[in-house]
């Protein structure tokens, strides 16, 4: 039996056997492995780049008073705004009342009493939108709706009746703005009608003066419109009658004015704005009527001239039965 410890090594493999060589593999250059191979140091990956400011909002340029500025000069308004902090809470506050409203749980404000306190009706008014008074009624108009004098009149007798039957502010501004709607369509309305009287005025008036249309109106106007006192003058001209029409669009109105004209200043249509009208009248006469003894037969073929003559006649008797 052979000694294990001087036996002779096995013999190497045969290629190809499967059984892997003893010791280091040898290295692809070669050459021998020498020590342990060199350590690598791993680099850390870059951050990666911060991403850019978002651009601001309108709400980040909001000024410090937004509250006062929305509220304007309702301090109702205002007193309610400073309980919220941020546009966003008070956006989350109307969307959240608003869905309580829809799903019946916020129900309308009881009425009080009249064993209330003024307490409670204070705190009733404040919430519902109305003023503490009547007179204390703000009423919020539509853009180009502007207020008149005589509207504000009417509105000082709407207002107690308004805060007795307990109408907010908002309630009484849209029934004011449509009333002022309603008044600007029926002034439209009318201005329209007015139009139509005037060029129904204009087509009588020619038919009936044919050519002293003209001249009639401006008789009316220097004989009846300008007598009257300045202060009135204007409302005259705009007056109307009992069924909307201007007294100036009624051909019946104007036919009677320019004979009241014609009677009150006879001169007025045959020498116009002349200061002594009864002279140049009788000096106009006497030169026809010498025409006449010097032409005979010329002058009754100049018609206009005849015609001349007559209204100065009639013009001059008229004056004359005046005095």
Known sequence: MADPA??????DPLPGTGTPPV????????????????SVTAIPPADPPADPPADPTWLDSAPDDWREVLAGEDTARLNHLKRVSTF?????NYFSAQDKIRSGQIEAAALPTEDSTDEEWAEFRETQGIPTSAKDYTVELADGVVLGDEDQEVLDV???????????????SKLTNAMLE????????????????????????????KGDYEVNVNLITGTILN??????????????????????????????MAEWARTINPSATVVANNANPMQAITSEIAEMEKRMRD?????????????????????????KSQV
Not at 185 to 194: G, N, P, R
């Open 88 to 92: 966003s809470q008070l956006v989350d």
């Open 227 to 256: 007598s009257l006192p300045e202060a009135v003058r204007e409302e005259f001209a705009h007056a109307t009658l009992a069924d909307g029409r201007k007294v100036f669009n009624s051909p019946e109105v104007m036919i009677a």
């Open 158 to 172: 709407v207002y107690p009746v308004a805060h007795e039957l307990n109408l907010s502010v908002e309630t009484v």
């Open 182 to 209: 309603g008044q600007a369509q029926q002034f439209h309305q009318m201005e329209i009608q007015q139009e139509a009287y005037r060029k129904e005025a204009l087509t009588q008036l020619h038919s009936a003066w």
């Open 23 to 38: 010791g280091d593999p040898p290295s692809p250059t070669g050459e021998p492995p020498v020590g342990d191979p060199p």
């Open 295 to 319: 032409d005979s037969a010329g002058w009754h073929r100049d018609t206009d001239a005849n015609t001349r003559y007559m209204q100065l006649i009639d013009a001059r008797d008229k004056m």
């Open 6 to 11: 001087t036996a002779s090594p096995p013999a």
